[in-house]
C-alpha cells in the first residue's frame, strides 16, 4: 500500500526547506536541503529546515496514515505496515523530485518494501478519494 501527500503541500515543505539558511543534520549528517518522511504519531512529511526563532516546521501527513483524521486502530495499522511500531525518519533528497514536472493535480507517493523506499509522482486520478 502506497502513502500518498497532495504535491502542492510537498511543494510547500520544499520550498520551506529550499529557503532556510540552515538545515536539520540528519543523524549527525548534514544533508543539506530536504524532506524527512517520519513515523510515529501517524506518518508525515516535514522539511528539515532549521528556524532560528525556534518555530516548529510544518508537517503534511499521508493520506492513508493521519490521526487527524482517522481513527487510531486505522492509522496505527496503517503506521506499523509501513514503518513497524518504533518510531522512525528516513531523509528525501531534492533529486528525488528533480525529474517530475510540478503541477497541483500530482500526488507523491511512497512505497516501502523490504529493502527500499520507492517514491513517485502520479495524477490523482491514480488514486480513489
Known amino acids: ?7 502542492d503541500d510537498v511543494r ?14 540528519f543523524y549527525g549528517l548534514e544533508t ?6 517520519v513515523g510515529d504519531r ?9 528556524f532560528p526563532d525556534e518555530r516548529l516546521n510544518k508537517v503534511i501527513f499521508a493520506d492513508e496514515c493521519n490521526p487527524e483524521k482517522m481513527e ?3 492509522w496505527w495499522e496503517s503506521k506499523c505496515h509501513m514503518f513497524g511500531e518504533e518510531d522512525g525518519v528516513e ?3 531534492f533529486a528525488a523530485f528533480e525529474s517530475s514536472e510540478i503541477q497541483d493535480e500530482l500526488n507523491l507517493s511512497i512505497i516501502f ?4 523506499v520507492q517514491i513517485e509522482i502520479v495524477h490523482n486520478s491514480d488514486f480513489d478519494d
Open 1 to 7: 500500500m502506497p502513502l500518498t501527500f497532495r504535491w
Open 91 to 93: 531523509f528525501i533528497p
Open 42 to 50: 501517524g506518518v508525515y512529511l516535514m522539511s528539515n529546515a532549521l
Open 72 to 74: 487510531f486502530s486505522e
Open 12 to 25: 510547500m515543505l520544499i520550498n520551506e526547506s529550499e529557503l532556510a539558511d540552515a538545515h536539520h543534520p
Open 32 to 37: 543539506g536541503p530536504g524532506l524527512w518522511l
Open 113 to 116: 518494501s523490504e529493502d527500499k
